[in-house]
C-alpha cells in the first residue's frame, strides 16, 4: 500500500507541519510518496522520502516588496487558480498511489480529490481553514469525501462537526516518544534558563516585551541569575539591552542537539498569540507537545480559552497567565518556579496519556499494515 503525501510544505523543512507528517511517517518512508505545492521561493531540502514538487505559478520570491507579494497572493488564488489546478493534477496523475493523504492548507487543498474517488482519502486538518488560507468549500468538500479525518485537537473535530457536518474524526498530532519523556527536575534559582524554540510572527512580539520587562523585574527584587535562550529565531528588538543574556542559536535537524538544549531548559516558554480566535481555540502547537517530555517546567502565556491552555490547565501540566500585564507574568514565573518538579511531572503524565508518539502512529498506519 502506498500513501500520496499532498501537502503545501516540503517535509524537510522546519515548521510544525513538517514535523508532525515525518514523525508520522518514520519508519514507513518506503510506503510513503510525496507531493508539494509549494507557493514560495525556497531551498529543497531532500530526505528519506522522495519529493515531487509544483511551484504554484506566481512564485513569491524572497526580495519582493509587500505590494508585489499582494499581488502575486490574489494571482495565485484568482487569475492563476484553474491553472495551477490543473498542472497540479497532471503531475498527480504520473504517481501511483493508494491512499491520497491530504493536509487541508491553502487555495488547492481539494485539488486531488476528485481524481481519488475510486481511492481511499485522508484527510489531516492542522489549523482552521481560515487562518490557513483555505476556504470553507474546500474544507467541506475534504470533511465530506475523506474515509478518515485526522484533527490536531478534540476542539477542531467538534466545531467541523457543527460547521460541516456529523463525520467521526480522529486525533493525530505530533508525540512524545518513550525516550524523550526526560526526568522532572527542581529549577535552581542562581541558574535559569528559558527557552523558546522557533520564529516569531509579529503578533507574539508583545507577548516577547512583557516577558522581558518581567525577566528584569525579578532579577532586580528576587536576584535570580535569569538567560533567555532562542533557537531558530530572529532578532527580537525587545531583548536587547536588558539584565539578562538573550542566545541565539540557529535552525537545527540535529534532534540530539535540540533534545539536549531542550533538556537543559528550566522554563519552556510557550506564547500564544491573543489575536485571531480561530486559530488558538482550535490548533495545538508542537512546540507545546514537544516541551511535555522536557526536563524543565511549561509557562503558557496567552488566552485563557485556547485548546493549548484549556489541556495544560485541566492537566495542571503549566503554569499559564493570561494577559499582558508584567506584574501578572511576573507572578506565574515565581509559581512555577516554586513548584517546577510537580508541574514537570504532570506534564510528563500528560504526554504519556495523551500524545504517547508510537500509539499514535499505530493509530495512523492502522489501515495501512
Not at 500500500?1 to 513538517?18: E, F
Not at 484533527?151 to 508525540?175: A, H, P, W
Request: glycine fraction near 4%; include cysteine.
Amino acid at each position: 500500500m502506498k500513501i500520496l503525501s499532498y501537502h503545501p510544505l516540503y517535509l524537510y523543512s522546519y515548521g510544525g507541519g513538517a514535523r508532525i507528517l515525518r514523525r508520522l511517517y518514520k519508519g514507513h518512508e518506503d510506503k510513503v510518496i510525496g507531493f508539494t505545492t509549494i507557493y514560495y521561493s525556497s531551498k529543497y531540502t531532500p530526505g528519506a522520502i522522495k519529493e515531487t514538487v509544483y511551484k504554484v505559478k506566481p512564485t513569491y520570491q524572497s526580495w519582493m516588496k509587500s505590494y508585489l507579494r499582494t499581488i502575486v497572493y490574489w494571482s495565485q488564488y484568482h487569475t492563476f487558480l484553474n491553472y495551477n489546478k490543473n498542472r497540479i493534477k497532471k503531475k498527480a496523475l504520473t504517481l501511483d498511489y493508494d491512499i491520497l493523504h491530504v493536509v487541508d492548507h491553502g487555495p488547492f487543498s481539494a485539488t486531488l480529490s476528485d481524481l481519488s474517488l475510486k481511492k481511499t482519502v485522508w484527510t489531516s486538518f492542522h489549523d482552521h481553514f481560515s487562518t490557513a488560507g483555505g476556504s470553507f468549500e474546500n474544507t467541506q468538500k475534504l470533511w465530506l469525501q475523506s474515509t478518515r479525518r485526522l484533527v490536531i485537537s478534540e476542539q477542531m473535530g467538534v466545531e467541523y462537526q457543527r460547521l460541516f457536518g456529523e463525520k467521526e474524526f480522529e486525533i493525530i498530532t505530533d508525540g512524545v516518544n518513550i525516550e524523550e519523556n526526560a526526568i522532572p527536575f527542581n529549577i535552581n534559582k542562581s541558574a535559569i534558563t528559558i527557552y523558546f524554540a522557533g520564529l516569531l510572527h509579529h503578533d507574539y512580539l508583545p507577548l516577547f516585551e512583557v516577558l522581558a520587562t518581567a525577566i528584569d523585574k525579578l532579577i532586580v527584587e528576587k536576584k535570580y541569575h535569569i538567560r533567555v535562550v532562542l533557537r531558530g529565531t530572529q532578532q527580537v528588538k525587545y531583548l536587547n539591552n536588558r539584565l539578562f543574556e538573550t542566545i541565539y542559536n540557529p535552525a537545527s535537524f540535529d534532534d540530539v542537539e535540540l533534545r539536549n538544549e531542550l533538556n537543559s531548559a528550566s522554563i519552556l516558554y510557550l506564547p500564544i498569540k491573543f489575536t485571531v480566535p480561530d486559530f488558538y481555540l482550535y490548533s495545538l502547537s508542537t512546540k507545546m507537545i514537544g516541551y511535555l517530555g522536557a526536563s524543565g517546567s511549561i509557562l503558557y502565556h496567552g488566552p485563557d480559552d485556547s485548546a493549548a491552555c484549556k489541556l495544560l490547565k485541566s492537566s495542571k501540566a503549566a503554569v499559564c497567565c493570561n494577559s499582558l500585564n508584567v506584574d501578572d507574568l511576573t507572578i506565574a514565573i515565581e509559581e512555577l518556579i516554586d513548584n517546577s518538579q510537580q508541574f514537570s511531572r504532570n506534564a510528563k503524565e500528560l504526554a504519556k496519556s495523551k500524545f504517547d508518539m508510537e500509539k499514535i502512529k499505530e493509530r495512523f498506519w492502522q489501515l495501512n499494515t
